[in-house]
């Protein structure tokens, strides 16, 4: 779905405030819109680079809201196409390909680091 | 960091605010107050494993950003305890292993799928 009419098919909210999100979404570089037609001039909405790198985020919260929140069973599942199965994402460390959980890292400071967030807390 | 003074101290906010966010993660079942002493009677807020599940997210929420939001580099980078180094989490299918993106899947009605989303788009 790319176009604006069948977005609001979809979604059946106000014409106003489906533009207003899109124009959202289109300012914060997420999707951008294209013309692909000039005769009659007509545009529609894809998804850049940096939306379709969203795919991560929106699978863990999925994920999250399948384990906590979905009493029925998960509302959409994936296929991966290359093995056939439905699967499920996992974390997996990008240097050494082991498991990824809260408990197996340690946070650093990268290079972006601004002052420490902490003020002095207390003891 | 656990206790009520200490997120005061780090994250600044007035108290009933602090107060008002802590009690919302706890009706959501993300942390839970944990009495640790009785004379004096004191509490502290612990992660759920509802809330440790979260993990996922906020890592990939974080390394969208370092991607697209991060000019410095990341203000945090995470060191996986197993292989010693600084680590992406990347996304492998939980039944094959193979890598896993949004073009690598088909998305298909789960068991807890309700009436499809879809109104009739127009063609």
């Not at 009493?71 to 994402?89: K, M």
């Not at 240097?95 to 890292?105: E, F, I, K, M, N």
Request: charged residues 25%; glycine residues 8%; contains cysteine.
């Amino acid at each position: 779905v790319t176009r604006f009419d069948d977005f609001q098919g979809r979604l059946r909210i106000a014409h106003n405030i489906l533009k207003q999100r899109l124009n959202h979404l289109v300012e914060a570089g997420v999707i951008e819109k294209v013309r692909y037609s000039d005769h009659p001039p007509r545009s529609d909405y894809r998804l850049t680079e940096k939306g379709r790198d969203l795919w991560p985020v929106l699978t863990a919260m999925r994920q999250w809201g399948d384990r906590y929140a979905a009493p029925d069973g998960p509302p959409l599942q994936v296929a991966h196409e290359a093995c056939g199965h439905i699967s499920d994402a996992v974390l997996v460390c990008s240097v050494c390909g082991g498991r990824l959980a809260a408990r197996d890292v340690r946070a650093t400071h990268g290079p972006g680091a601004v002052e420490p967030l902490v003020g002095t807390a207390k003891p």
